[in-house]
């Protein structure tokens, strides 16, 4: 897979990160957990964006390792959201799914 095609995903990833950003703060009224994944979550694109963009490989492989760690924070916050009752099961085996792609992808980049 091509840099675009993980910039594409991710870019998808942190819009539905966004949405579901939106539902949680206007409907279940909750700020705290939902403004951790929203930022987590919309960071993995921009870092990847960033490392598309490095000057050197070691950029590169410095953003692409801090996208992963963003990817692996966001499934941490949606873990949350689910045991907390704060998503249903099918919302967020959706969203969770895209994440564990997202963090298959990085970790085959990095060379994990």
Do not use: P
Not at 42 to 55: F, K, M, P, Q, Y
Not at 75 to 82: A, F, N, Q, T
């Amino acid at each position: 897979m091509n840099i675009e095609s993980i910039k594409s995903k991710s870019y998808d990833f942190a819009l539905r990160i966004t949405i579901a950003y939106k539902h949680l703060t206007e409907e279940q009224r909750d700020f705290i957990i939902s403004k951790e994944v929203l930022k987590s979550g919309t960071a993995i694109g921009v870092l990847i964006s960033e490392a598309d963009r490095a000057e050197s490989a070691s950029e590169f492989a410095h953003k692409i390792n801090h996208a992963l760690k963003a990817a692996i924070e966001t499934e941490y916050w949606l873990r949350l959201l689910i045991d907390s009752g704060y998503i249903e099961d099918k919302s967020f085996d959706a969203i969770q799914n895209d994440c564990t792609e997202l963090i298959k992808l990085l970790k085959t980049i990095e060379g994990k």
